[in-house]
């Protein structure tokens, strides 16, 4: 058999990338960022109307508190079995159809939770749901960075990403809107129904969401991926940008199939381990101080409720301020930059609220706000640095399995920190914990971290 055709279609694919990566940010983008970002708003959204409303719905379905913390846990683990399960079918069968599949069944299941009878079926509902949950933002995330040029494209994603910030502080405004507008057993039902709006963005990703051209490059459908970049190209001269010529296509090596146990291979595990340890010491305090802040602020702090829930708003609006500065010279200062002052601005927060004890509300607010500022830079970075370490062959996989330990540290952070809170020192013992693990992190990535700015995805996973 010749070589030739093989040669010749490898040198194709290396000429698609280089166009990919002369074409600046389009409507083309836009459009794909438009449909891939109702999943990321709605993520956070649902996972935090369930917080919102939580005492409404133990009230109307006659549960006792006992049973909350299971009742939140149990949507994480059904996010961490649907990261793992979309994530192969990701690879398999393409991120569209996970990205399809995944919405349609977040979406189905927000409605059913809408109409639960009792505790044991909202239960079921909310474990199905969270397969479906955990494996839209991940997979949409793959996509987006696929599409997305390098000289831009840490400060391109990590905007998109802010949806993310967007579903919490929707979720806090909305939900307290409808808790004092509906009755309070109403109130939660309708709240899981706008959670249901997934459903009509699968509708809309099957006929109008490209697939991501690195993907079917990298699946040798090289004729599919030639319509879409020319796409983008149109839609760059449309808007009046001239296009600079191709760079001269860099040899592409032929990559074999997916095989999901390359993570841990000798190429990939020093990268898989580190990315793990990342996310796990971003996402525990994440996870602790987002569903405990209001409670400390009315319990430690002695405010109101309503003043609790105004200053709780007051840091998600900072989060977002704070994750787009971030944005703004992520491309020119670097990712191990910010990851590092990500940790630093939270393990200044903590150790602030460990020394000083943080029992008047405004030392609490200052170092809790502080936590959640530098976490919340870290987070979607988090997505970001994931799909830039892989191959286009095991990115998705990679970045859904890495996912998982935001679910793990979901499940573990609100539960500790509540443990912790029991003892008489609990706010103390509280941020010392989260001053180690976030220092953990710090040193993994100073030690660990590749600086990935302005570099394509090929050359980083080489």
Not at 11 to 17: E, F, K, P, R
Not at 389 to 416: C, D, E, F, K, Q
Not at 442 to 461: D, N, S
Request: hydrophobic share 55%.
């Amino acid at each position: 058999m010749s070589i030739e055709p093989t040669a010749a279609r490898a040198t194709a694919a290396a000429a698609l990338l280089a166009r990919v990566e002369r074409i600046p940010l389009t409507r083309y983008h836009l459009r794909v960022a438009s449909i891939l970002g109702v999943g990321t708003f709605f993520d956070s959204f649902d996972a935090l109307i369930l917080s919102v409303a939580l005492t409404a719905v133990l009230t109307t379905l006659g549960a006792p508190l006992s049973v909350a913390g299971t009742l939140i846990a149990v949507g994480y683990v059904g996010q961490i079995a649907g990261a793992i399960l979309f994530g192969v079918i990701s690879e398999r069968y393409g991120r569209k159809a996970a990205f399809v599949a995944a919405s349609a069944l977040f979406g189905l299941l927000a409605l059913a939770s809408a109409i639960a009878w009792n505790v044991e079926s909202l239960m079921a509902f909310r474990l199905i749901q969270g397969i479906g949950l955990g494996a839209e933002v991940p997979v949409a995330a793959t996509i987006f960075n696929e599409f997305v040029r390098a000289r831009a494209r840490g400060r391109i994603v990590l905007v998109y990403e802010s949806l993310f910030v967007w579903g919490i502080l929707g979720a806090t405004l909305v939900g307290a809107l409808f808790l004092s507008v509906f009755p309070p057993e109403d109130a939660w039902r309708w709240l899981f129904v706008i959670s249901g709006v997934p459903v009509l963005t699968a509708v809309w990703a099957h006929f109008r969401l490209p697939e991501s051209p690195r993907h079917l490059i990298h699946r040798g459908d090289l004729e599919a991926a030639t319509e879409i970049v020319e796409a983008m190209e149109a839609s760059a001269r449309r808007g009046g940008r001239i296009l600079e010529e191709p760079h001269k296509p860099a040899d592409l090596r032929p990559e074999p199939p997916t095989r999901f146990g390359e993570l841990f291979s000798r190429d990939y595990r020093g990268r898989t381990l580190a990315l793990w340890c990342i996310w796990f010491t971003t996402f525990l305090p994440l996870g602790g101080f987002t569903s405990w802040m209001p409670t400390l602020l009315v319990r430690v702090g002695h405010l109101t409720p309503a003043v609790a829930s105004l200053l709780t708003g007051g840091i998600v609006v900072g989060n977002l301020v704070a994750l787009y500065v971030s944005a703004s010279s992520l491309d020119k200062l670097g990712r191990r930059f910010w990851f590092a002052a990500g940790y630093g601005l939270a393990l200044a927060g903590s150790i602030g609220g460990g020394l000083l004890g943080a029992t008047g509300w405004v030392a609490l607010f200052v170092c809790g706000a502080l936590v959640l500022f530098g976490v919340n830079i870290n987070a979607p970075l988090a997505y970001l640095y994931t799909a830039e370490l892989y191959p286009t062959r095991m990115r998705a996989w990679a970045t859904m399995v890495g996912s998982t330990m935001r679910n793990l540290a979901s499940v573990i952070a609100p539960i500790t920190i509540g443990l912790l809170l029991g003892a008489a020192a609990g706010v103390v013992w509280s941020f010392a914990l989260t001053a180690a693990v976030l220092l953990i992190g710090l040193l993994v990535m100073l030690r660990f971290g590749i600086e990935t700015k302005q570099r394509p995805l090929e050359e980083l996973a080489k």
